[in-house]
């Protein structure tokens, strides 16, 4: 079985400032990772995924995730948070393993970014 | 290069009806996944399909059901509706069925009374 657990609902950081969402997984193999970003009203946006190779990963906007196996996190951070980060993030994980493709999705955290 | 379109936007259905929800997979893609997003949760995986057959299914019960169209459009039916069904549904197309390159559309939100 493959979980995913993110500690903090909410999380609320001054512009400008370094932000970090926090990850933590289980799957019985090696994990795929990805970081999503869900704006009101819309679908989930893809912006960075772990697949193997440099444990820090960078995405869209910014945005980078540090993998660390020993942990099992895959943090999702940005040195200087905008206010049009605001948004529901949710880290999601796959186990490599043949045959199970589905994304098991953790409940998400809300990023506020106060100006 | 056109996005996943999802239909319709929202609707209310009553409890032991039936319903069906539409999506238009992106250009390229001939994979479509179904996940539910009840309120303040992430999205469950509910199933996927490939080549207009079901390839993969979370836990979720066969009242729960889906068709993929050769164009690779698929529908999400939902028999004897619950209150408990209330939940963004979100559709997402992938060039395969590996759960890489999801593009998700903007759901549709059901609300079961």
């Known amino acids: 079985a493959q979980s995913v657990a993110q500690p903090e609902d909410q999380v609320n950081v001054a512009e400008g400032n370094p932000l970090t969402v926090k990850c933590t997984y289980s799957?019985?193999?090696?994990?795929?990772l990805f970081w999503y970003v869900q704006y009101p009203n819309r679908g989930l946006q893809f912006l960075l995924k772990y697949i193997t190779g440099d444990n820090l990963v960078k995405g869209s906007y910014g945005f980078e995730a540090e993998f660390n196996k020993s942990q099992t996190s895959f943090h999702l951070k940005k040195p200087s948070a905008l206010v049009s980060d605001s948004a529901l993030y949710f880290c999601?994980?796959?186990?490599?393993?043949?045959?199970?493709?589905?994304?098991?999705f953790g409940k998400g955290t809300k990023l506020s970014v106060i100006p | 290069e056109t996005g996943v379109t999802q239909s319709p936007t929202h609707l209310i259905k009553t409890r032991g009806q039936q319903v069906t929800l539409r999506c238009s997979s992106q250009s390229g893609h001939n994979t479509v996944s179904w996940y539910q997003q009840a309120l303040g949760q992430g999205p469950q995986f509910i199933f996927q399909?490939?080549?207009?057959?079901?390839?993969g299914r979370g836990n979720f019960p066969p009242r729960f059901s889906g068709l993929q169209f050769p164009n690779y459009s698929s529908e999400l039916n939902v028999n004897a509706l619950e209150l408990d069904d209330s939940a963004l549904y979100l559709c997402a197309s992938s060039p395969a069925p590996t759960g890489f390159g999801y593009t998700f559309g903007s759901g549709t939100r059901l609300t079961v009374v």
């Open positions: 799957v019985s193999g090696n994990p795929y």
């Open positions: 399909y490939y080549r207009e057959e079901e390839n």
């Open positions: 999601a994980v796959r186990d490599s393993g043949a045959g199970s493709y589905q994304l098991t």
